[in-house]
């Protein structure tokens, strides 16, 4: 029985992922190379440092920690800049329709993402208060595909991780997901999210009794 559904923030709740692309590509072109679309699709779910790692090893790149803490932070500063221009109308379709739908029948919601402007962005889009319990980049240790970011969201919620619904676009956020022993959504394309229970494209044809009817098909 669905108790619960933690989702994942960016490029599930809200398209974050064009403007942390803009200023990463910032980044790497201040170090003298570029960065692809399909390159950035690598750092989908991935933390700051951990995506600031990957880059550089792109570009062949090594910097000191100290340089790399500094660019980290001259990122995010960028990254937040753009993300002024967000309003509640970039929300993704049908998302509060669907979270409205989730409080209706007393479904608990949280949120399980790496970033660590989590509350910033909710609060940004209106969409802050739907969530009971937000799991964040602040308090993971561990980042995807570890179980912990979803393990401390059921824990908050206090629901069993088979009572639990996890919606993420990353193919590191499902398995993270199937670690934590929960029935995963992935939102996007099936031929990327392989490891899903079931892959829409989306919330806008997607409700509480699609759902439902999933969970008791496929789920165990
Ligand atoms: C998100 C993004 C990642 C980003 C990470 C950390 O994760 O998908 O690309 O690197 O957060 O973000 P920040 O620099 O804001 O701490 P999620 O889990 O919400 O998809
Ligand atoms: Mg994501």
């Known amino acids: 029985e669905i108790k619960a559904c933690l989702f994942d923030l960016d490029g599930v709740i809200v398209d974050t992922a064009r403007f942390h692309y803009i200023a990463w590509k910032e980044l790497a072109n201040d170090l003298g190379f570029d960065l692809s679309e399909e390159q950035n699709e690598q750092l989908k779910g991935i933390s700051r440092m951990e995506s600031l790692e990957i880059i550089l090893s792109l570009g062949g790149i090594t910097l000191s920690e100290e340089d790399k803490l500094e660019r980290a932070a001259k990122k995010n500063v960028r990254y937040l800049e753009l993300c002024q221009q967000m309003t509640p109308d970039d929300t993704l379709p049908g998302v509060r329709a669907f979270l409205e739908e989730l409080e209706k029948a007393s479904i608990g919601i949280g949120l399980g993402s790496a970033s660590k402007n989590a509350k910033v962005i909710l609060e940004r889009i209106d969409m802050l208060s739907y969530f009971e319990t937000l799991v964040d980049g602040n308090r993971v240790t561990k980042g995807k595909p570890d179980p912990q970011v979803f393990n401390l969201g059921a824990a908050d919620l206090q629901v069993n991780p088979a009572d639990c619904v996890v919606f ?35 919330f806008a044809n997607f409700g509480l009794e699609d759902l439902q009817q999933q969970f008791k098909q496929t789920g165990t």
Request: aromatic share 2%; no cysteine.
């Open 168 to 202: 993420e676009d990353a193919v590191a956020g499902v398995q993270s997901a199937k670690a934590a022993g929960m029935f995963a959504v992935g939102i996007g394309d099936r031929a990327v999210l392989t490891e899903a229970d079931i892959v829409v494209p989306g």
